[in-house]
């Protein structure tokens, strides 16, 4: 029975070669950290404290591996790496120190303590990622700032900056909307609107002029020969050219074109003569047209 057994034995290691603990091919675990801690801390810390316990230096334990390795090993997220390092920190498993040349920072330098030094697992010390060794434990000095008050002075500038862009906004849509109307009224038809351009123009002219000076500027271009000319418009109604005419009380109107006595309009491109109370196309040539 017993050279069967060593037979057996002889066959199962020529199958398959076991570690061979003598090649500097292996990195050592703490015993206690999978006997408690590893349960705790949650599986994503112990891939992380297995990544660290690989890098380690021999003598001073010290381990340097970015975040992103670590990620990269255990295919999972930098953040997730970075919550597993503020655990194992927690239960004093590691410290964690800020690595810097010239006064600038390089990479976080992590040093693995001895299961003397580790918290008790139902005892643990809430930190900040990456705190300097010296300071784990203790609570960090955070600055407050003071949000303004009511009786602040940052508060009430803002708050009438606020009240001026509403009111300024408001002036806007009024503005906008009797020169639709009137082109409604004046002229029949809707006019196009570049809200953006027209709307930022408006507040430049609302800074100079009231909303009445400009209701007024828009009824003499709507019966100005501006308008017939260069067409009508609320950006060249604003244009710097036609405020000059109407504050020079120059913004003349035009004359009424007639046909045969009749009263004649333009729109869209065409001309139209009112005959017995209709409007009618314009088919004759347009230098018979007479300015009245």
């Given at each position: 029975?017993?050279?069967?057994?060593?037979?057996?034995?002889?066959?199962?290691?020529?199958?398959?070669?076991?570690?061979?603990?003598?090649?500097?091919?292996?990195?050592?675990?703490?015993?206690?950290?999978?006997?408690?801690?590893?349960?705790?801390?949650?599986?994503?810390?112990?891939?992380?404290?297995?990544?660290?316990?690989?890098?380690?230096?021999f003598n001073s334990q010290k381990a340097f591996p970015s975040q992103e390795l670590m990620a990269y090993q255990h295919n999972i997220s930098v953040r997730a790496v970075r919550r597993a390092i503020k655990k194992l920190a927690e239960y004093n498993i590691i410290l964690i120190e800020r690595d810097r040349i010239k006064g600038r920072f390089t990479n976080y330098i992590y040093t693995l303590l001895d299961k003397s030094e580790w918290k008790p697992i139902n005892q643990r010390t809430k930190t900040t990622y990456g705190e300097p060794a010296d300071k784990i434990t203790t609570r960090q000095k955070t600055t407050v700032v003071k949000r303004p008050t009511k009786d602040n002075k940052v508060f009430k500038d803002n708050k009438d900056k606020i009240k001026d862009n509403k009111e300024s906004s408001n002036q806007v849509a009024t503005i906008r909307n009797y020169f639709i109307e009137q082109c409604k009224k004046l002229k029949g038809f809707e006019p196009e609107m570049a809200f953006g351009k027209e709307g930022r123009l408006l507040k430049q002219k609302l800074k100079r002029y009231s909303v009445e000076?400009?209701?007024?500027?828009?009824?003499?271009?709507?019966?100005?020969?501006?308008?017939?000319d260069l067409g009508f418009t609320l950006s060249i109604c604003l244009s710097a050219g036609v405020i000059n005419q109407w504050l020079s009380g120059k913004l003349e109107k035009p004359k009424k074109p007639t046909y045969n006595g009749n009263p004649m309009r333009k729109m869209y491109g065409k001309w139209y003569v009112l005959e017995r109370g209709e409007w009618k196309e314009f088919a004759d040539s347009e230098s018979k047209i007479v300015y009245i």
């Amino acid at each position: 029975m017993e050279k069967d057994h060593d037979k057996k034995s002889n066959n199962q290691l020529t199958l398959f070669k076991v570690r061979d603990l003598r090649q500097k091919t292996q990195y050592k675990v703490d015993d206690a950290y999978l006997n408690g801690y590893a349960r705790v801390c949650k599986p994503v810390a112990t891939a992380v404290y297995n990544s660290l316990c690989r890098h380690a230096e021999f003598n001073s334990q010290k381990a340097f591996p970015s975040q992103e390795l670590m990620a990269y090993q255990h295919n999972i997220s930098v953040r997730a790496v970075r919550r597993a390092i503020k655990k194992l920190a927690e239960y004093n498993i590691i410290l964690i120190e800020r690595d810097r040349i010239k006064g600038r920072f390089t990479n976080y330098i992590y040093t693995l303590l001895d299961k003397s030094e580790w918290k008790p697992i139902n005892q643990r010390t809430k930190t900040t990622y990456g705190e300097p060794a010296d300071k784990i434990t203790t609570r960090q000095k955070t600055t407050v700032v003071k949000r303004p008050t009511k009786d602040n002075k940052v508060f009430k500038d803002n708050k009438d900056k606020i009240k001026d862009n509403k009111e300024s906004s408001n002036q806007v849509a009024t503005i906008r909307n009797y020169f639709i109307e009137q082109c409604k009224k004046l002229k029949g038809f809707e006019p196009e609107m570049a809200f953006g351009k027209e709307g930022r123009l408006l507040k430049q002219k609302l800074k100079r002029y009231s909303v009445e000076q400009l209701k007024d500027l828009i009824d003499k271009f709507m019966r100005s020969k501006v308008g017939e000319d260069l067409g009508f418009t609320l950006s060249i109604c604003l244009s710097a050219g036609v405020i000059n005419q109407w504050l020079s009380g120059k913004l003349e109107k035009p004359k009424k074109p007639t046909y045969n006595g009749n009263p004649m309009r333009k729109m869209y491109g065409k001309w139209y003569v009112l005959e017995r109370g209709e409007w009618k196309e314009f088919a004759d040539s347009e230098s018979k047209i007479v300015y009245i």
